[in-house]
Antibody, heavy 122, light 106 residues
Framework: QVQLVQSGAEVKKPGASVKVSCKASGYTFTDYYMHWVRQAPGQGLEWMGR????????NSAQKFQGRVTMTRDTSINTAYMELSRLSSDDTAVYYC???????????????WGQGTLVTVSS | EIVMTQSPATLSVSPGERATLSCRAS??????LAWYQHKPGQAPRLLIH???IRATGIPARFSGSGSGTEFTLTISSLQSEDFAVYYC????????FGQGTKVEIK
């Protein structure tokens, strides 16, 4: 069965960076795009960006451009999201989510990781 | 950026009753709309895509309708497990979510 397992909770200081991992299993990793979505406390869901596991090509929401780096390691079926120059506004649960489309990009998501809480506090 | 607006923010419904949730897009998105259910401490669950197509395994009491800028999610007879927050998401242009509608027990 498809599973996306994320790394554990992180506590970071303002100005630092955080890197969250998402290990996929139960399907061919390179056949589906992977997205990153976050949810700040009391807020809704916010799409951050996506990566093409095959080529490593990425696109991100304008809000995060210059601060987010998405990478992948196809040898271990794992996607990564690194967010730099953290502020308290970045305190959120970060999710990886698999694109629904098989070998194409549709931008809605059928499988999600369990979420990783990132807390930014001095 | 396409802005998605959901209403109401909170919907109080008794078990067995019908719930109707609305979602409006700031510009036409055709039928490029998905609905998700989100419970505390869990990952969101895809319910509907292409405005009206139920995802695999989703019960028939969930139905979606609409196109263009106005969309509706209907839960025909609320079960205890349906009390959650529901989000709409447009994917006409990247992917933006509404702020959510919380369905709570009346």
């Amino acid at each position: 069965q498809v599973q996306l397992v994320q790394s554990g909770a992180e506590v970071k200081k303002p100005g630092a960076s955080v890197k969250v991992s998402c290990k996929a299993s139960g399907y061919t990793f390179t056949d589906y795009y992977m997205h990153w979505v976050r949810q700040a406390p009391g807020q809704g869901l916010e799409w951050m960006g996506r990566i093409i596991p095959n080529s490593g090509g990425t696109n991100s929401a304008q809000k995060f451009q210059g601060r987010v780096t998405m990478t992948r390691d196809t040898s271990i079926n794992t996607a990564y999201m690194e967010l730099s120059r953290l502020s308290s506004d970045d305190t959120a649960v970060y999710y990886c989510a698999r694109d629904y489309g098989y070998q194409l990009l549709v931008y809605y998501f059928d499988y999600w990781g369990q979420g990783t809480l990132v807390t930014v506090s001095s | 950026e396409i802005v998605m607006t959901q209403s109401p923010a909170t919907l109080s419904v008794s078990p067995g009753e019908r719930a109707t949730l609305s979602c409006r897009a700031s510009q036409s998105i055709s039928s490029n709309l998905a609905w998700y259910q989100h419970k505390p401490g869990q990952a969101p669950r895809l319910l509907i895509h292409d405005a009206s197509i139920r995802a695999t395994g989703i019960p028939a009491r969930f139905s979606g309708s609409g196109s263009g800028t106005e969309f509706t999610l209907t839960i025909s007879s609320l079960q205890s497990e349906d009390f959650a927050v529901y989000y709409c998401q447009q994917y006409k242009n990247w992917g933006t979510f509404g702020q959510g509608t919380k369905v709570e027990i009346k």
